[in-house]
T-cell receptor
């Protein structure tokens, strides 16, 4: 079955510290992988996506993610977190002939001053 | 380019009523997908419309339906509302292929009393 797992429900980091949010997927075909961010009361904004080529993907707001096929992972990283990064982060997968996104349960990020 | 718009933004209904939500995609996008977001179930795919045809459907009861018009605007309808239908309903538009970015609207927050 197709699924996305985000093991960390809630993470707290200090401003300026590095961040890594974990995402593991299960998908039979070649996956297309996405990270979205959602601020309170808002829709989802795409941070970055991977569908082929270089396995290290750069996104907006200084985020990057690395696709590791052998580990079925697509972890999101940022070297230095800003207070404005506090939000909920969702990993998602699609692929094959369908446009349907399968989302993980999300990771809520809190940033301490 | 204008983003995805959803109307209304907030809605309160009572059990047994029906509701219609509207989504206007980004100009040029032919695919509109709908998602339900709840604290318990997370983000779940409802259905996708492409060029006025339902192309994909999630695992929701028949009370949930949708349609798409020739200008790509989409509506979703929920009949015989239940308390559990209280959720944030998000629509997303794209050109329609799996690797394409789906752009999300701000959502319609539905409360069923």
């Amino acid at each position: 079955a197709q699924s996305v797992t985000q093991p960390d429900i809630h993470i707290t980091v200090s401003e300026g510290a590095s961040l890594e949010l974990r995402c593991n997927y299960s998908y039979g075909a070649t996956p297309y992988l996405f990270w979205y961010v959602q601020s309170p009361g808002q829709g989802l904004q795409l941070l970055l996506k991977y569908f082929s080529g270089d396995t290290l993907v750069q996104g907006i707001k200084g985020f990057e993610a690395e696709f590791k096929r052998s580990q079925s992972s697509f972890n999101l990283r940022k070297p230095s977190v800003h207070w404005s990064d506090a939000a909920e982060y969702f990993c998602a997968v699609s692929g094959g002939a369908t446009n349907k996104l399968i989302f993980g349960t999300g990771t809520l990020l809190a940033v301490q001053p | 380019k204008a983003g995805v718009t959803q109307t209304p933004r907030y809605l309160i209904k009572t059990r047994g009523q029906q509701v219609t939500l509207s989504c206007s995609p980004i100009s040029g996008h032919r695919s509109v997908s709908w998602y339900q977001q709840t604290p318990g179930q997370g983000l779940q795919f409802l259905f996708e419309y492409f060029s006025e045809t339902q192309r994909n459907k999630g695992n929701f009861p028949g009370r949930f339906s949708g349609r798409q018009f020739s200008n790509s605007r989409s509506e979703m309808n929920v009949s015989t509302l239940e308390l559990g239908d209280s959720a944030l309903y998000l629509c997303a538009s794209s050109h329609g292929t799996p690797e394409e970015t789906q752009y999300f609207g701000p959502g319609t927050r539905l409360l069923v009393l």
